[in-house]
């Protein structure tokens, strides 16, 4: 049985940034990549599709944002450290 799959073509930059944890203060490094897809369901403000440099400027800008968050490691954004128990 063959089954069919619309694979869009993808826009996809990986992040990376080091720093101390803005919540346990260790030092960590995280990476992260950002992945848009090109279809025609994301479209401009004024409905067209949008292309691949577009696509790209949301890529950019996504990974902005995430560079202009608080850094937080692994471990605490997962929720695993000890100093955090409720008492
Ligand atoms: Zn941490």
Same mark, same amino acid.
């Given at each position: 049985?063959?089954?069919? +799959? %619309?694979?869009?073509? =993808?826009? $996809?930059?990986?992040?990376? +940034? !080091?720093?101390?944890c !803005?919540v346990c @203060?260790k030092?960590c $490094?995280?990476?992260? =990549? %950002? ?11 004024? @409905?067209?599709?949008?292309? +691949? ?9 996504? @990974? ?8 937080v490691c692994r471990a605490c954004e997962e929720g695993k450290t000890d100093d955090q128990q409720t008492?």
């Open positions: 049985m063959a089954t069919y +799959r %619309i694979v869009f073509d =993808t826009v $996809k930059e990986g992040f990376s +940034r !080091s720093g101390r !803005s @203060g030092y $490094k995280r990476r992260t =990549t %950002i992945e848009h897809s090109i279809n025609p369901y994301n479209v401009t403000k004024d @409905g067209r599709p949008k292309g +691949r440099s577009e696509v790209y400027k949301d890529v950019l800008a996504k @990974g902005a944002e995430w560079e202009a968050k608080p850094l008492t």
